[in-house]
């Protein structure tokens, strides 16, 4: 069964703090991997995406890393800020279909001041 | 940078009656989806829509629903009789590539209360 699973379900950070969020999936064939952030009450915005071939992608602040052999994805945030408090959603697809975009549960990041 | 647009952001109905909440995808794009979010659960893909026709629907997407794009920029999404089951957050989202290639602009949402 194609699933994404997310660690840790909430984290707590304080302000200036690095933290890594990880995504584990089952989802086959694997296309892409997304990360996105979503704003209490509001829709995703993409971060990062990755294919198969890439191990690392920078988005700012936002490092991504892909391991397509183990299936497994982080994100790391660095030098955190408080509008940084969301949840972060790893997002696989299985080649390009709609109905195999596979969402994760989120990991719901608290930066504290 | 350009946006996915939906109306209206909070919808409140009683059980049996129906609804439609709208989204203006971004204007060059092709390829037009809706997603649901159940409180403090997973986002789920419901249906996507391409070339004025349905591409894929997931289980969730039965008779009660229909979409539409019925003037060329708007891109609708009815619940004939809703049930209390349907309260959730309804995302649209579009993008120029199937399966939403580079990227795949989400919506605000509408949150969906059926009382």
């Known amino acids: 069964k194609n699933q994404v699973e997310q660690s840790p379900q909430s984290l707590i950070i304080l302000e200036g703090k690095n933290c890594t969020l990880q995504c584990n999936y089952t989802v086959s064939p694997f296309s892409n991997l997304r990360w996105y952030k979503q704003d209490t009450g509001r829709g995703p915005v993409s971060l990062t995406i990755m294919t198969f071939s890439e191990n690392t992608k920078s988005n700012g602040r936002y490092t991504a890393t892909l391991d397509a052999d183990t299936k497994q994805s982080s994100l790391h945030i660095t030098a955190s800020q408080l509008s940084d408090s969301a949840s972060y959603i790893c997002?696989?697809?299985?080649?390009?279909?709609?109905?195999?975009?596979?969402f994760g549960s989120g990991t719901r990041l608290s930066i504290r001041p | 940078e350009p946006e996915v647009t939906q109306t209206p952001s909070h919808q409140v109905t009683q059980m049996g009656q129906e609804v439609i909440l709208r989204c203006v995808p971004i204007s060059n794009h092709l390829y037009f989806y809706w997603y649901r979010q159940i409180l403090g659960q997973k986002v789920e893909f419901l249906v996507s829509f391409y070339n004025n026709e349905i591409s894929e629907k997931s289980e969730i997407f039965d008779d009660q629903f229909s979409v539409e794009r019925p003037d060329g920029s708007n891109f609708t999404l009815k619940i004939r009789s809703t049930k209390l089951e349907d309260s959730a957050m309804y995302f649209c989202?579009?993008?120029?590539?199937w399966g939403g290639g580079e990227k795949l602009f989400f919506g605000s949402g509408t949150q969906l209360s059926v009382l």
């Open positions: 997002v696989v697809i299985s080649y390009s279909s709609a109905s195999k975009i596979i």
């Open positions: 989202a579009s993008s120029e590539a």
